[in-house]
């Protein structure tokens, strides 16, 4: 079983930065990981993504603001967010897909950017 935890999220005001942080229990070696979110009466949308590969991918909302990274031996992964919008408002979520099939989510962590 892969365990995910969130963390980083704050109240922030418009312009700022944040850094979310999601620990996942195990290495993430070849594991695609994605950060997605969720704003009040929406769908869920991905934010982010990093293949086991090093393939990178943005949503084009965030393209040239936030940015994924993440250390396989550690297995964390990090997503800055910089230059934050009120429309950035949202819970998110760390993804985790091992073996193609199974899919693990964390708890969520909120972000708030105040106008």
């Known amino acids: 079983q892969v365990q995910l935890v969130e963390s980083g999220g704050a109240l922030v005001q418009a312009g700022g930065s944040l850094r979310l942080s999601c620990a996942v229990s195990?290495?993430?070696?070849?594991?695609?990981m994605r950060w997605y979110r969720q704003a009040p009466g929406k769908q869920r949308e991905m934010v982010a993504a990093s293949s086991g590969a090093g393939t990178i991918d943005y949503a084009d909302s965030v393209k040239g603001r936030f940015t994924i990274s993440r250390d396989n031996a550690k297995g964390t992964v990090w997503l800055q967010m910089n230059s934050l919008k009120p429309e950035d408002t949202a819970v998110y979520y760390c993804?985790?897909?091992?073996?193609?099939?199974?899919?693990?989510w964390g708890q969520g962590t909120q972000v708030t950017v105040s106008s």
């Open positions: 195990g290495t993430i070696f070849g594991i695609f």
């Open positions: 993804n985790a897909v091992v073996d193609d099939s199974h899919s693990y």
